[in-house]
């Protein structure tokens, strides 16, 4: 029971990494392609960088033999008009207009969402930014607050004029999470995106991934009609998976100007606290949503009850921590591993010491409760009604539970029956209960393949390989359950960054036979 964090951070935030991420579904085939593609960027940097520049100006020279046809297509039709062709005329100009209207749409624009900062409201933080972007050599035009567990920047241009602007978004989560020297060195490792030599590089990898990203998605007119969708979307796709190792590269690049500004050891604090506090943020986030089950109302302010997750010292930090720094390399990510960056910034593995004061409360002062209240707002706005549906589906949850107890004592509950109501007892009650009303499903009934493959699953959600060779027999008793076990076992392996093992499964469920363990 319980809701991600996901659901409660703010959708608008933007990265450089968000066109990419828009315009690419992971498949675990990619894996054998991007650890190629990740060893040729190791080996040649330099050419690799200027590959990936090459690769997307492709797209806009394939946009750009579009409109020539098109514009030729026009030009001739207006000078042999017929009916028919009329109608043709018009719809390659939609498509261009279409075309035109997308790559412009797809240029980053002026940030909006979450709370605007200003001189007035938290002076202590724009002096705080700004020093920093003077030490870096950029002027921070536009900060806001939002309510997730990280902090980003953009380059844009205003709509009227040229010259660039930068935009900071930091998250108040973050803010309550690390302490004022460990946020600087988050804000000099965005603002350092910007700064060192990949900053173009950045800049157009990140506007190349929106344009791309944009038509695969929407293919206006001429882009919708085969062969030209399908290559154009294979070329999107392409490109984002080609350009990630260059923007994982940006960020050892970003950390190093983190590390000119604060020192190294406040820059690898800074990252392993993030990694610690995300760990907070998702368990306070699932704890109040755990509350949407038992019937409670929403929280009149979930953000002051988040803010209390983060303080002091837990017992879970140093194993939270070891998960993290013992997490390989994952292709498929945009950040290197945390082992990786501490490795480069030449940080410690130790547990980094408490803050004294966090963030929030040293650059927000005042303003603080007024942000609070602003981010509850939003919240109340986006999510309330969704906690009253997952309440709703939690009291029905709990009738049908009701319902089947009552068939249990009178004798007459059938072995699916019973399946249902272990499924019901792992909603409501948790995945032990859950597993432990399985377990004495399956004593009772050995053939009850829907048991065997309930603990799998909570064995995966567990993060207990054991779940894999479980649902493994399922599949090999059930084959009508074949396809849903080996969906499962990719997705764990995949979340958990395993891609190649993920790929191996994947071929077996399209067919192709593997060795087993």
């Not at 450089?16 to 650890?35: H, N, W």
């Not at 394939?62 to 042999?80: D, E, Q, T, W």
């Not at 506007?207 to 399908?230: D, E, F, M, N």
Request: hydrophobic share 40%; net charge negative.
């Amino acid at each position: 029971m319980g809701r991600s964090a996901d659901a409660s951070a703010d959708s608008t935030s933007m990265s450089p990494t968000d066109g990419v991420e828009a315009s690419i579904r992971f498949r675990p085939s990619d894996a054998t392609k991007l650890y190629r593609i990740d060893a040729f960027a190791a080996a040649r940097p330099d050419l690799y960088r200027q590959s990936v520049i090459l690769a997307g100006l492709l797209g806009y020279l394939f946009v750009c033999v579009i409109f020539i046809l098109l514009l030729g297509s026009i030009i001739l039709l207006i000078a042999r008009p017929r009916i028919g062709t009329l109608f043709v005329g018009g719809f390659m100009l939609y498509s261009a207009v279409g075309t035109f209207r997308l790559l412009r749409a797809a240029s980053p624009n002026a940030p909006g969402g979450g709370i605007e900062v200003t001189p007035d409201s938290a002076p202590m933080l724009l002096s705080h930014v700004a020093r920093i972007g003077d030490a870096c050599g950029i002027r921070i035009h536009s900060v806001r607050l939002t309510g997730q567990m990280n902090a980003s920047i953009r380059r844009y241009r205003p709509r009227f004029g040229w010259k660039r602007r930068y935009a900071l978004r930091i998250g108040l989560p973050f803010m309550f999470a690390l302490g004022t020297d460990e946020i600087e060195a988050v804000t000099a490792h965005e603002v350092g995106h910007y700064v060192g030599r990949h900053s173009n590089s950045t800049e157009l990898v990140q506007r190349l991934c929106y344009c791309w990203a944009a038509l695969a998605s929407h293919r206006p007119g001429i882009l919708r009609i085969w062969p030209v969708s399908t290559l154009f979307a294979a070329y999107a796709r392409w490109f984002g998976l080609y350009s990630l190792a260059l923007l994982r590269n940006h960020e050892f690049e970003a950390d190093r100007i983190s590390v000119n500004i604060v020192g190294a050891e406040v820059a690898g604090n800074s990252l392993k606290r993030a990694s610690i506090q995300y760990s907070r943020f998702e368990d306070a986030w699932e704890t109040i949503w755990d509350e949407a089950g038992a019937g409670a109302t929403p929280p009149p302010s979930p953000y002051r009850r988040l803010a209390s997750a983060f303080p002091g010292e837990n017992a879970r930090d140093r194993s939270v921590l070891d998960r993290e720094l013992g997490r390989s390399e994952d292709v498929t990510e945009f950040h290197p591993s945390l082992a990786r960056r501490l490795a480069a910034l030449g940080g410690s593995r130790d547990l980094p010491p408490p803050p004294e004061r966090t963030a929030a409360s040293d650059l927000l002062g005042e303003a603080l409760e007024t942000c609070i209240d602003r981010l509850d707002e939003d919240w109340h706005v986006t999510f309330e009604t969704q906690w009253w549906e997952q309440a709703a589906h939690y009291r029905e949850a709990g009738a049908r539970l009701a319902v089947l107890n009552e068939q249990i004592d009178a004798g007459t509950a059938s072995p699916q029956d019973l399946l249902e109501r272990a499924s019901l007892i792992e909603v409501i009650e948790g995945p032990e209960a859950g597993a432990n009303t399985y377990s004495d499903l399956l004593e009772r009934y050995p053939d009850t393949h829907g048991a065997a493959f309930g603990i799998g699953a909570l064995l995966l959600e567990q993060k207990d390989d054991a779940g894999i060779n479980v649902l493994l027999d399922v599949s090999d008793k059930a084959p009508e359950a074949r396809a849903s076990a080996l969906r499962h076992i990719i997705d764990y392996l995949v979340a958990e960054g395993r891609w190649k093992e993920a790929d191996r499964y994947d071929r077996l469920l399209r067919g192709k036979q593997i060795k087993r363990d």
